[in-house]
Nanobody, 118 residues
Framework: QVQLVESGGGLVQAGGSLRLSCAASGRTLRRYVMGWFRRAPGKEREFVAAINWSGGSTYYADFVQGRFAIYRDNAKNTVYLQMNSLKPEDTAVYYC???????????WGQGTQVTVAS
């Protein structure tokens, strides 16, 4: 199983940007589909974005609306989430996760807090 560690969260003003990183160890990320999820206070965890093994296909939740970009560097065993035009409603703990093609997300990081001040 792959171990995942997120970083890059913090406090930012509305309209600002953050880049989250998800570093993997234990196994190469090359074989995994990678996803970002988030959980806001009092809400269920929700899907944010995903990227296939090569980086050639990406998927986003509707609420992203072109503000976020997911990309990966397999040589560095790292996946990123670039978040621009942040809104207070983007405040949440962000998690990265990995799954084999056709499987479910079975490896999760510990999460990184993103707080967007209005």
């Amino acid at each position: 199983q792959v171990q995942l560690v997120e970083s890059g969260g913090g406090l930012v003003q509305a309209g600002g940007s953050l880049r989250l990183s998800c570093a993997a160890s234990g196994r190469t990320l090359r074989r995994y589909v990678m996803g970002w999820f988030r959980r806001a206070p009092g809400k269920e965890r929700e899907f944010v974005a995903a990227i296939n093994w090569s980086g050639g296909s990406t998927y986003y939740a509707d609420f992203v609306q072109g503000r976020f970009a997911i990309y990966r560097d397999n040589a560095k065993n790292t996946v990123y989430l670039q978040m621009n035009s942040l809104k207070p409603e983007d405040t949440a703990v962000y998690y990265c996760a990995a799954r084999a093609a056709g499987g479910s997300y079975g490896s999760w990081g510990q999460g990184t807090q993103v707080t967007v001040a209005s």
